[in-house]
């Protein structure tokens, strides 16, 4: 819990020091090269979600951040996963942060347009924010987790039955259709012809 609201601060604060200093050092649409192609600002307000999508229903994504908000603080308490409170963190500091502008951002409550300004040219036909990168990054390491069947509470999800057949697969004689069949660097006939 405590690693959670830490990446949470962390990221909230960041996002909105650094759009604090957006709006008082850029000019709006003018980009800034920072390190040639590879690293642009451009102060851009955005009315929708990402590439400006829907831009003309942000109370929506208004409500769904407050939602998101809302689930993750109902379930922190399951957390027991360092990693998983991490990317928990993440995601609530990100969300707090474009929310955050949605509310309390011209033109009016809940319709505010959130400001973006990290362009990567060569890699997006995007403008973003400190809060998006962190949301995307934990969406990253969430399926890590996943893959790597890791849980919430610290534990791991076994694999099943076929998963650790599979990786048996020639040491067993009944897996590999016989005795001496398919064995360890043994080809022969039904070698690699498991139903499994």
């Not at 990290?118 to 934990?138: E, K, Q």
Request: aromatic share 10%.
């Amino acid at each position: 819990m405590l690693i959670l609201a830490i990446a949470a601060i962390v990221i909230y604060s960041a996002d909105q020091l650094s759009k604090l200093w957006v709006i008082n050092a850029l000019p709006p649409g003018v980009p800034v090269p920072v390190w040639g192609n590879f690293l642009v600002f451009e102060y851009v307000k955005n009315p929708g979600a990402a590439f400006s999508f829907a831009s003309g229903a942000t109370w929506i994504f208004s409500l769904i951040a407050t939602a998101v908000v809302i689930f993750i603080l109902v379930n922190a308490r399951k957390i027991r996963s360092v990693w998983w409170a991490v990317v928990f963190g993440l995601l609530l500091g990100g969300t707090l942060g474009n929310l955050t502008d949605r509310l309390f951002r011209e033109p009016s409550f809940g319709q505010g347009h959130v400001i973006d300004f990290i362009s990567m040219p060569w890699m997006l036909p995007a403008i973003y924010n400190v809060a998006d990168a962190a949301i995307v990054l934990s969406m990253v390491l969430l399926c890590i987790l996943v893959l790597l069947g890791i849980n919430m509470n610290g534990t791991r999800t076994k694999g099943d039955g076929k998963a650790a057949a599979a990786m048996n697969y020639g040491s067993n004689p009944t897996v590999s259709g016989g005795p001496g069949i398919g064995g360890p660097g043994v080809g022969g006939p039904g070698a690699g012809s498991s139903s499994v």
